[in-house]
């Protein structure tokens, strides 16, 4: 079986993970500092993560009082971290229309084993009525569906008098739009401080 190259190319192809087009003016010396090979509990590991929590709340605005954290395995694992440490306590409303909300609902219900769970469900490239998300439960639900095309327009439909949390698995939609109080979301571009860092922004 033979192979036939492509006959149109990228307009830009600097590509790094995502793939994501490197930043204007990006060169190889933008690593020359890079921490390799090094725990990151070192001291310039933790002046790496202290650096990019910093430059996180000043491009995202985040208020002083919120908290930041960096976590491994992508929005991925900083979406597992929150489903398992914080729903429990309440009902939960789970909200899917693509792959990845329906595997926030398979880690609830079949991994977490919560009984109290509603499941809001529509079809690919179709939003379920999000105005019957009880704003007395604990809600999750993706804000991209990346997979499906489809994302919510605003958070109009969150309740601002709510009684539960709000998890968003935001991916790119926190450089974007406001979120609700548990954002896990990522950065898949190459920088100064490191390469697809996690960032799971806790709002109180």
């Not at 933008?30 to 996180?56: M, N, P, V, W």
């Not at 604990?138 to 008098?161: C, L, P, Q, Y």
Request: proline share 7%.
């Amino acid at each position: 079986m033979t192979t036939t190259m492509p006959g149109v190319r990228p307009a830009n192809p600097h590509f790094s993970s995502g793939p994501c087009a490197k930043r204007p003016g990006w060169t190889l010396q933008a690593l020359s500092d890079a921490f390799l090979g090094r725990s990151h509990r070192a001291k310039g590991g933790k002046a790496k993560l202290k650096r990019a929590i910093e430059e996180t709340r000043a491009v995202l605005e985040v208020p002083a009082d919120f908290l930041i954290g960096i976590v491994p395995a992508s929005d991925t694992g900083a979406v597992e971290m929150a489903l398992w440490s914080m729903l429990g306590a309440r009902p939960v409303t789970m909200i899917s229309w693509e792959s990845f909300g329906e595997g926030w609902v398979t880690d609830v219900v079949k991994q977490l084993k919560l009984k109290e769970v509603t499941h809001l469900k529509a079809p690919y490239g179709i939003l379920p009525d999000l105005s019957k998300a009880d704003p007395k439960s604990d809600i999750v639900f993706t804000w991209n569906g990346t997979t499906s095309g489809v994302r919510v327009k605003n958070a109009d439909w969150i309740a601002s008098d709510r009684e539960g949390l709000t998890i968003c698995d935001a991916t790119s939609a926190a450089f974007f739009t406001r979120t609700p109080e548990v954002v896990p979301f990522q950065v898949n571009t190459m920088s100064d401080f490191g390469s697809a860092l996690e960032r799971s922004g806790k709002m109180p």
